[in-house]
Every structure is written in C-alpha cells, then in structure tokens.
C-alpha cells in the first residue's frame, strides 16, 4: 500500500533552517511528483511547491520563493523539503503529499499524504 | 484571504443533505478541475473526490461534487457524525506561473 512517513517534529529559533524529509513506499517513486502543503495553526491549507521524482523540476509558491528548496533522493524514494530564514509565522504543519510527475496539473490531486510534520518556529 | 471561497460553517443533523459551495474564478475553477478533501480532527487531509465528481476507492456514495462554470459543490447525504470534519476544495490556478490553490475551508457540525 502507499505510504508517504515524514520526519519528526523539529524546533527551530528565528533565523534558522529546517529541512524535512518525506519516505515513499508502495510504488514507483519515480512515476509521480511530491507537493508540500502546510498548515497553520487553526488555519487552513496553504500549497509551498511542488517537485518532480521523475526530473526533479520543481514550481515554488511566489511567496516561499527564495526560502525554499525540494528535493529527491530516488536511491531512497525520500522528498525533502528545506525551508529557510524561518520565522514565527512559519509555524505549522508541513505535510507531504503525492501529485503528477508534470504534464498537466490542473487534471492532478493529491492523493495520498503524510502524516505531518509540526515545525515550531520560537525563540 | 484564500483564493477560493468556501462558507466558514456548515451543520446539518444525521440522515440530512448539506452542502458545501466553493467559489473561483476563471484561472482556477473556470478552467482546471476540482478536488475535494476531508481533514478529520488531528489528522492528515484525505481525498474525498477528484476531477469534479469522482470518488477514490473506499470514499461512501453519500459523497457527491459538482462543478458549474467558477463554482463547486460537495454534497454529503445521509448525514453520520463520523462526517463532521473540515472539507477543503481545491483546483490548480493558472496564473502565476501556476499553483495549487484552496478554499478557507468549511468546518461541518453534525448536530
């Protein structure tokens, strides 16, 4: 069955980096692509990117660009998703989850997902 | 302010039909199709429908989606207290470079 199991929970003073990581299980990892979405406190879901397990390409949310960067490691089936600078607002949820290795995205979903990754942003 | 609007509540009691709208524009909605997804409290999203009105194996047919022009719709029947949760819409936006965008998303009540 697929399985997408992310690191643990991580916290990190202003400033700081965090890179979190996102194991692929139960199919061809390199057959589809990884989007990272996270989610505030109380808040609702707000997409960070996306990256292909096939090439690599990745598409950045506007506001996250310059303070984010995905990757693969196909060797492993493992997405990481390293965020930059961090700041208090940057607390959340991060969650990874499956999507389209590219083509045309607005006929994708995500439809599998992680379980979580709580990144805490405090000095 | 989400890109796409969705009511911030819904109730409904069990055996009951409710609703919930989501609203776009021509850059997401209007020309790309809609996913649905259910967080249950504490919980990871889960996929409840795609492509507009298609349900993964395993989602109830008491979940159904429309999609009319910039605007979408879930609809639970038969209501269960098992449903009460947050549903996010969802729809890839083509602007800006491109982006997945989402609802504020609509916390259900079963009453």
């Known amino acids: 069955q697929v399985q997408l199991v992310q690191s643990g929970a991580e916290v990190k003073k202003p400033g700081a980096s965090v890179k979190v990581s996102c194991k692929a299980s139960g199919y061809t990892f390199t057959s589809y692509g990884i989007s990272w979405v996270r989610q505030a406190p109380g808040q609702g879901l707000e997409w960070m990117g996306w990256i292909s397990a096939y090439n690599g390409n990745t598409n950045y949310a506007q506001k996250l660009q310059g303070r984010v960067t995905m990757t693969t490691d196909t060797s492993t089936s493992t997405a990481y998703m390293e965020l930059r600078s961090l700041r208090s607002d940057d607390t959340a949820v991060y969650y990874c989850?499956?999507?389209?290795?590219?083509?045309?995205?607005?006929?994708?979903?995500?439809?599998?997902w992680g379980q979580g990754t709580l990144v805490t942003v405090s000095s | 302010q989400s890109v796409l609007t969705q009511p911030p509540s819904a109730s409904g009691t069990p055996g009951q039909r409710v609703t919930i709208s989501c609203s776009g524009s021509?850059?997401?909605?209007?020309?790309?199709?809609v996913n649905w997804y259910q967080q249950l409290p504490g919980t990871a999203p889960k996929l409840l429908i795609y492509?507009?009105?298609q349900r993964p194996s395993g989602v109830p047919d008491r979940f159904s989606g429309s999609k009319s022009g910039t605007s979408a719709s879930l609809a639970i029947s038969g209501l269960q207290s098992e449903d009460e949760a947050d549903y996010y819409c969802?729809?890839?936006?083509?602007?800006?470079?491109?982006?997945?965008?989402f609802g504020g998303g609509t916390k259900l009540t079963v009453l």
């Open positions: 969802a729809a890839w936006d083509d602007s800006l470079n491109g982006r997945w965008v």
């Open positions: 989850a499956r999507d389209c290795s590219g083509g045309s995205p607005g006929d994708c979903d995500f439809d599998y």
């Open positions: 492509s507009n009105n």
């Open positions: 021509s850059s997401n909605i209007g020309s790309n199709t």
